[in-house]
């Protein structure tokens, strides 16, 4: 598809869902799906996504490659964790997101793998094992 029959196809889908009801951006900013600017973003880093990451490959650990590899950069991220008999694959539950993040989610959700993650670059810093964080709080 040329740039701008993309572009126009875009423009198009935007247009339809917003007639029919079916894009909510505050839903989807406050799910961490899109940031304030409406760009896609991790939803545990933050970090906008870059389309490059649907066609780059995992890196592999030398000596473990598999040549049928494909997973890529990025994937789909389930941001309130999958629950048994829960409807978990509903709108505004899904989101573009790093597969290294997600996979440091996996099924532990969002906030508390954040609150971990702050317990644990604390206990770092306080062992000295994080010098330049301990030198610039923030
Ligand atoms: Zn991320």
Known sequence: MAPNDALLRRNGVFQI????????????????????AHRTICPLCLQELSS???????????????????????NLFHIEELKPGGFNHRPYNLGWGHHHCNV??????????????????????????????ANNPS
Do not use: C
Not at 52 to 74: M, N, S
């Open 52 to 74: 490059q990451g649907f066609f780059d490959r995992l890196e592999q650990a030398q000596g473990r490659e598999v040549l049928d590899l494909t997973v890529t950069k990025l």
């Open 17 to 36: 869902s917003e007639e029919r009801g079916l894009l909510d951006y505050d839903r989807l900013v406050a799910a961490r799906i899109l940031n304030r």
């Open 104 to 133: 440091v989610v996996k099924d532990a959700g969002i906030m508390q793998t954040l609150h971990w993650m702050s317990e644990t670059l604390k206990r770092n810093i306080d062992d000295g094992h994080f010098p330049e964080a």
